[in-house]
């Protein structure tokens, strides 16, 4: 390649990490060769949902996203061939046999197909998001803090509430879940110590269809609201969706979202109806994640996203929330200065 076209490339490219191109920056040896001479193709495997649950896998999607248009790099993508480990490790190692180097998993379900695959391949580098059981140096765990973005929807929804009773919908009943019904239900305490909670999870492992099952999230939700719930929050990826329809059939109720701002990717006659969603940003740890391996940054290791790193948060795109959000940032200040612990279990 001519030189000027090397440095062209080069220029963009460091412009994109520094995120200012007028600014000069320095750039490390190990950035300059990843940068300069090696081109990066990143692998991402998604769960069984793939792309298109307008939730997280999405969210993943959106930060690879933005790393191919800022960051310069090339990727392949794959939906996990089956729930099963070994389907899982099937789609892992067509990213490897494709010369991916990073390789992204998204979800805690691939756990023990990253643990196969990394231990088989070990001059590559695998992160896997929301599971921290995986430990070698070539695993890096991003994990987030949902307890505490959930907390703040929590308050939402108890300040939303006429009724005083508030829904909780889990896609499947695993510790992870349980984070965001703890800060949830924390959160909606903070503001009326005496509003009901009502819970319900879609399924229990091992079987994860609760994550993907529209209709049992729309039966869930229906029950609720029956019940006397008249906000309902539901971390159940794709089965969100399903929740959404039942509340938009009932005058008065709202519906919390997840994992990315779900207002916006709602059917319009649904979207005025979504009072917020809790952020999880997948999106800004995949893009960053990226970042660092092209920086040099191919160690194994755990990295944590909470409310300090803008990992979570809570979306503000229908003006509904407007009202509530004096509130909401007093309490996300408090969690911030460490007034507020949020329990995740």
Known sequence: MPQRIVAAVLTAAVAALSGCAATPVTVSTGAMTALGRETIHVGIAYDSAGRGDKSFNDAAGAGLDRAKKELLVEASEVTAQSESDEGRAASLRQLVQGGS???????????????????????????????????????????????????????????????????????????????????????????????????????????????????????????????????????????????????????????????????????????????TSMLKRVDNAVFQEIQAYIKGDRGGGLKRYDLKVDGVGYATSNPAIKKYRPQLEKARYAILGGKVQVPTS
Do not use: C
Request: glycine fraction near 12%.
């Open 101 to 275: 180097n990073p390789i992204i998993a998204v979800g805690f379900l691939y756990a023990g197909a990253v643990a196969t695959v990394a231990k088989e391949h070990p001059d590559r580098l695998f992160a896997i998001i929301d599971d921290a059981s995986v430990t070698a140096d070539n695993v890096v765990s991003l994990v987030f803090a949902e307890e505490e973005g959930s907390y703040l929807v929590g308050a939402a929804a108890a300040m939303a509430s006429k009724s005083n009773h508030v829904g909780f919908i889990g896609g499947v009943q695993v510790p992870l879940i349980k984070k965001f019904e703890a800060g949830f239900r924390a959160g909606a305490r903070s503001v009326d110590s005496g509003i009901r909670v009502d819970v319900r999870y879609l399924t229990k492992p091992p079987d994860f269809s609760g994550f993907g099952s529209p209709d049992k999230g729309k039966a869930a939700a229906a029950a609720l609201l029956d019940a006397g719930a008249d906000v309902i929050y539901s971390a159940a990826g794709g089965s969100g969706s399903g929740s959404f329809e039942a509340v938009a059939a009932r005058p008065g109720a709202w519906a919390i979202g997840v994992d990315s701002d779900q207002y916006k990717t709602a059917p319009a006659a649904i979207r005025p109806r979504i009072l």
